[in-house]
């Protein structure tokens, strides 16, 4: 029989999945069902690449692309037998600090969460509904990307506003949670004497945000109450004066709606540059207002890595990982240029082979490139709320 846990990352029109086997990180399986609608499509593969037989079905909805899924792995897997399913789910509002298995109650609760994560929340939970329809007898396990930084200081927690609306959940939550655990999980496996210290992760993807962790614990990030704070990212605006809002409310008469779509879907690389959300495309162009975008990304990021060292009160390593950080040598070098007032030199031959330590023998302050898996964060999740982290432990 094969064993597995499922892991589902639902968008807005697309299910991220992965099925690991019931021990181990290499997945048996993983990729995309895209365009969810008349147009979905189905890209799951093996993991030597191949793609999976492609199962008749409906990717017209979210349920209906969860059962075509299930359908193309039974096909390759007959003796499937699915342990546990674990979601990602962007918002766990001042209260969850860990993985929490999903009933009734607690789907409840999300949902009191989703006006602080409208463009996401509604949509993971609409994955998590899906899924108990589609595999009800399978415990199912909300793994949320803010979690990681329930720990915060109360100053890094608060936004300078009257108390009620502390009270009432406009914190500065933090986000890429997942992401930031499976790096401080590498640290400790492989450098632990850093994983010890005061450690700076920079997760630069489409979304981006850094994250100060001192002794494996989240002590401050740029990203706030929504994942709109901190970096520029593709298409969202990081850092901005709430001044400006309140001139685009009275003197352009924009709705919550306008600004919102401003915000999230056209500012960012993609409204400087005026071209691409796409790093790659922006390195490539070579007009003025690209390498402005790319200029911009780059000074924010230096900015932030000395906010969040401050936080710390020092750094000993800088870590680079997400989908620039990890692929971008140009965009690594730019960042780290202007730091080395903190210790921080690269040598540009282990930057150009994307090497897991990226900075000078000599220098004070170790650089890294870490390749996140927030799926395998999420596998485990799953895997340990149905005891099988034990019983390996017990075997
Ligand atoms: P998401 O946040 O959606 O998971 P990713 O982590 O995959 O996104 O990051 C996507 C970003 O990574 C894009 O801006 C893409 O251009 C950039 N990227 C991927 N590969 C490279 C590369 N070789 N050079 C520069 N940027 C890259």
């Known amino acids: 029989m094969t064993q597995a846990v499922l892991t589902l990352n639902a968008g807005s029109s697309s299910l991220k999945v992965a099925l690991f086997p019931a021990q181990g990180d290499t997945p048996l399986a993983s990729g995309l069902v895209d365009s969810i609608g008349p147009n979905g499509t189905n890209?799951?593969?093996?993991?030597?690449?191949?793609?999976?037989?492609?199962?008749?079905?409906?990717?017209?909805?979210?349920?209906?692309?969860?059962?075509?899924?299930?359908?193309?792995?039974?096909?390759?897997?007959?003796?499937?037998?699915?342990?546990?399913?674990?979601?990602?789910?962007?918002?766990?509002?001042?209260?969850?600090?860990?993985?929490?298995?999903?009933?009734?109650?607690?789907?409840?609760?999300?949902?009191?969460?989703?006006?602080?994560?409208?463009?996401?929340?509604?949509?993971?939970?609409?994955?998590?509904?899906?899924?108990?329809?589609?595999?009800?007898?399978?415990?199912?396990?909300?793994?949320?990307?803010?979690?990681?930084?329930?720990?915060?200081?109360?100053?890094?927690?608060?936004?300078?506003?009257?108390?009620?609306?502390?009270?009432?959940?406009?914190?500065?939550?933090?986000?890429?949670?997942?992401?930031?655990?499976?790096?401080?999980?590498?640290?400790?496996?492989?450098?632990?004497?850093?994983?010890?210290?005061?450690?700076?992760?920079?997760?630069?993807?489409?979304?981006?945000?850094?994250?100060?962790?001192?002794?494996?614990?989240?002590?401050?990030?740029t990203m706030g109450f929504s994942a709109l704070d901190g970096l520029p990212m593709g298409t969202r605006c990081g850092q901005l004066d709430p001044g400006v809002l309140l001139y685009l409310m009275d003197q352009r008469q924009m709705s919550a709606a306008d600004i919102s779509d401003l915000l999230y879907k056209r500012s960012g690389l993609l409204g400087l540059s005026g071209l691409s959300n796409d790093m790659r495309t922006l390195e490539a162009a070579g007009t003025p207002e690209a390498a402005q975008a790319i200029d911009y990304f780059v000074f924010r990021c230096q900015r932030e890595v000395g906010a969040m060292a401050a936080a710390l009160g020092g750094i000993d390593a800088l870590v680079f990982c997400g989908g620039i950080g990890e692929n971008s040598s140009l965009i690594r070098a730019r960042i780290c240029e202007r730091l080395a007032w903190m210790g921080i030199e690269i040598d540009h031959a282990r930057n150009a082979q994307h090497a897991t330590v990226v900075s000078s023998d000599l220098a004070r302050t170790t650089v890294m490139v870490v390749p996140t898996n927030e799926e395998l964060v999420i596998a485990r999740a799953a895997r340990s709320a149905v005891g099988l982290d034990q019983l390996k432990e017990n075997t």
């Not at 499937?80 to 789910?89: Q, W």
């Not at 506003?161 to 930031?180: C, K, M, T, W």
């Not at 210290?197 to 945000?209: E, F, I, M, P, R």
């Not at 100060?212 to 614990?217: L, S, V, Y």
Request: glycine share 10%; aromatic share 8%.
């Open 43 to 221: 890209r799951l593969r093996r993991s030597d690449g191949t793609p999976l037989a492609a199962a008749g079905g409906d990717l017209g909805t979210h349920v209906g692309a969860l059962r075509t899924v299930l359908g193309s792995l039974r096909a390759e897997w007959p003796d499937l037998s699915l342990l546990a399913v674990g979601h990602r789910v962007v918002h766990g509002g001042p209260k969850f600090a860990a993985p929490t298995l999903i009933d009734d109650a607690l789907l409840a609760q999300l949902e009191g969460f989703a006006p602080f994560a409208p463009l996401h929340q509604p949509h993971n939970l609409a994955g998590i509904r899906s899924a108990r329809e589609a595999f009800a007898q399978v415990p199912q396990v909300a793994c949320f990307d803010t979690a990681y930084h329930r720990n915060h200081p109360w100053v890094n927690d608060a936004f300078a506003l009257p108390r009620a609306l502390y009270d009432e959940g406009v914190r500065r939550y933090g986000f890429h949670g997942l992401s930031y655990e499976y790096v401080s999980g590498v640290l400790l496996r492989d450098a632990p004497q850093l994983a010890e210290g005061k450690v700076v992760v920079a997760h630069l993807g489409n979304g981006a945000s850094m994250c100060a962790i001192q002794a494996g614990r989240s002590v401050a990030s």
